[in-house]
C-alpha cells in the first residue's frame, strides 16, 4: 500500500494549516484526530516506506515527519507542523532543498514505534 506523492502533500498541506486553529481548541482537537485517522490509513505499518511517520522526541513533545521516498543511505521526509511544531536536529537539507534524515536514523526511530505500539497495544 504506496500512497501517492499527490496524497502525502495533501496532508502536508493539511497540517500546515492547523496553526489558523489555534484560536479555536475545540476545532484544533477535532481537525487533529481526523488528520491522524488519515495518516493511519496511508501504509500498513510493517515497513519504513512513503506515507510513514517518524517521531522523535524534542523538548516537551514531538517532531513529526512523513516518509516522502526511502533511499539507500537517506530518507526524504516532510516537517508536519503538528502541535508544538517542533524539528528534529538530525534533519538535513540536500542541494535539491529536500530534508533528508541518515536511513538508519529513520529505521531506529520507526522500529521504537513499532515497539511501543505492541507494549501498549495489550
Avoid at 5 to 13: C, D, F, R, S, Y
Avoid at 26 to 33: D, S, W
Avoid at 36 to 62: H, M
Wanted: aromatic share 12%; glycine share 8%; with cysteine.
Amino acid at each position: 500500500m504506496n500512497p501517492t506523492k499527490e496524497q502525502i502533500k495533501a496532508l502536508i498541506t493539511e497540517a500546515k494549516g492547523f496553526s489558523a486553529l489555534i484560536g479555536n481548541w475545540a476545532a484544533y482537537q477535532e481537525a487533529e484526530k481526523k488528520f491522524w485517522a488519515k495518516i493511519g490509513l496511508l501504509t500498513d505499518g510493517q515497513r519504513l516506506e512513503p506515507g510513514s511517520l517518524l517521531q522523535f522526541s524534542v523538548a516537551d513533545g514531538y517532531a513529526f515527519y512523513i516518509v516522502t521516498e526511502v533511499k539507500r543511505a537517506q530518507v526524504v521526509v516532510a516537517h508536519l507542523p503538528i502541535g508544538d511544531a517542533y524539528s528534529f536536529q538530525g534533519c538535513y537539507l540536500n542541494a535539491k532543498g529536500e530534508t533528508l534524515l541518515p536511513r538508519p536514523v529513520a529505521e531506529k526511530s520507526f522500529q521504537m514505534a513499532q515497539a511501543l505500539k505492541e507494549i501498549f497495544s495489550s
